[in-house]
């Protein structure tokens, strides 16, 4: 196949602009919005004494190789009996952002930053995101710290929140720092000019493995399920490029989730209610236990995060090639997160997929609206103010974000099968292996891994389920429409 199609970058975001307008998101930024941009030219500083100085410790990001817009930073501060102490800074984007000024108000309908083959869509102006409430390197920010001692045994033994100014010391990328934790190349560049922040991120690997695992055994899923990035040569695509997990992306993915866990409680604890991620149990349970009856395994009938784990680890071990194909049949299956607003004296829902009963979205308040409400309810706490948010406001939020975060994803699933189109155009007729990936009333799609790209069967998909491994003819695409259309063959092994 060959791997140039000479195809404009201009035609993906015109067709991610159209499709945001047709789902309720605004491409673009208002007068308003863009005049009080104008009006604030610099970071917020500290303004009370109870905002702490940390700008001495050994900050760090890790994010992917062309983010900009940097949220966290992570740092490990000692111990405490015993207890490792890691510290989490928080990009304290609300110290510029006011709450129902034009700014935030197109954030609070898009909800989040839109990530397309053709254009990104920040949710706030790229002046404060990428430059102003972003933890950049060697600038004074103020943040929001999430301040943990996780014992050997991957306990939170004590934990606190509190303001503080934070310095950024290195700038890193995933990859480099996972192929340098694993021993498969030097330390990266920024990591090397920094004495003593080698062995601190070893600290903070070596406590995010040990949260990994103690999940895992509370029946956490352990996953795999590559994303197709688009790989361009100036305005060609390429290729589609699977952009897969790495031991940097889980120490991350697991102080988050710790520092998102310590959030929920400490509202909770205070007495404010607050927005919630959760994942309920999987409605097409069935189907999961038919999927693992195909693999000899056998699952509950009721649904069992546990027993799900176990036998996806089994199943990691025994066909490690083929475990993506079975980690997004049951990602299908589970279905989508949603956002909930708990309140204190309430049974508090929990997340199936992370097997964690608190839970908030926090850590990501420059692209998602979410963790800047959450930031805006902690600062309340914080200060012993009314909580800024009341019961009906969260609740109505609650569900817009849910719709919000779903509309996102759409556009861009739309646009990425836009830029699949582009590359199979020359392709029709051409047969492929791949697996069902859903089957509804409204259609029966089906994923092929070369190019990674999804599509819909529209001859042949009778009797098809999710997780059904097939060959497929190409049949036709539509770039505008991101349409690729495949001929069920038949069932492969």
């Not at 409430?133 to 060697?138: A, F, G, Q, R």
């Amino acid at each position: 196949m060959p791997r140039s199609i000479a195809s404009n970058k201009d035609n993906l975001r015109t067709i991610a602009r159209r499709a945001m307008l047709e789902r309720g998101l605004q491409p673009d930024f208002s007068a308003d919005v863009i005049r009080e941009a104008a009006a604030i030219t610099n970071a917020a500083a500290a303004s009370d004494r109870a905002v702490r100085d940390l700008g001495n410790l050994l900050w760090a990001s890790i994010d992917n190789d062309d983010s900009r817009d940097l949220d966290q930073l992570s740092v490990s501060a000692g111990a405490i009996d015993g207890a490792t102490r890691i510290l989490i800074a928080i990009a304290d984007v609300d110290a510029l952002i006011a709450e129902n000024s034009a700014i935030d108000a197109h954030a609070r309908i898009n909800t989040t930053s839109v990530y397309t083959a053709g254009q990104i869509f920040p949710m706030l102006p790229e002046k404060f995101s990428t430059d102003l409430t972003s933890l950049n390197p060697d600038r004074d920010r103020l943040a929001v710290v999430v301040d943990m001692a996780i014992d050997a045994d991957g306990g939170i033994v004590e934990s606190q929140i509190y303001r503080a100014v934070v310095r950024n010391k290195a700038k890193l990328a995933y990859d480099g720092v996972a192929a340098w934790l694993d021993g498969a190349a030097p330390a990266p560049a920024p990591v090397a000019a920094v004495a003593g922040l080698d062995a601190q991120l070893r600290v903070q690997d070596r406590v995010a493995q040990t949260l990994r695992r103690v999940r895992h055994e509370h029946g956490a899923l352990g996953l795999e399920t590559p994303q197709a990035r688009a790989v361009f040569d100036g305005e060609t695509i390429t290729d589609l490029h699977p952009d897969v997990q790495n031991r940097a992306k889980q120490l991350i993915e697991d102080l988050m989730i710790a520092a998102n866990g310590v959030t929920a409680r400490f509202l909770s604890h205070k007495g404010f209610a607050s927005l919630r991620r959760v994942l309920r149990a999987p409605r097409r349970w069935d189907r999961i236990v038919e999927v693992a009856a195909q693999c000899g395994e056998r699952l509950p009938a009721a649904p069992d995060a546990a027993a799900l784990n176990a036998f996806l680890e089994r199943r990691r071990k025994a066909d490690t090639l083929r475990f993506p194909d079975l980690s997004l049949t049951v990602v299908k299956l589970l279905g989508r997160g949603e956002y909930v607003a708990d309140f204190p004296g309430r049974a508090t829902q929990s997340h199936f997929g992370l097997a964690v009963r608190d839970y908030a979205h926090s850590t990501a308040p420059n692209r998602r609206f979410p963790d800047l409400v959450t930031q805006r309810l902690l600062k309340a706490a914080l200060s012993n103010s009314h909580a800024p948010y009341g019961d009906d406001e969260l609740a109505a939020l609650a569900q817009h974000c849910t719709l919000q975060e779903d509309n996102a994803a759409k556009v861009e699933r739309q646009v990425q099968k836009s830029a699949a189109a582009l590359l199979l155009a020359p392709h029709i007729g051409e047969h492929f292996d791949g697996i069902v990936t859903g089957a509804t009333d409204k259609g029966t799609w089906v994923r092929i891994q070369h190019p990674m790209a999804e599509g819909r069967i529209v001859r042949g998909f009778e009797h098809l389920d999710v997780g059904d491994r097939v060959a497929v003819k190409l049949v036709g695409i539509d770039v505008q429409r991101g349409f690729i259309d495949f001929a069920f063959l038949a069932c492969a092994k």
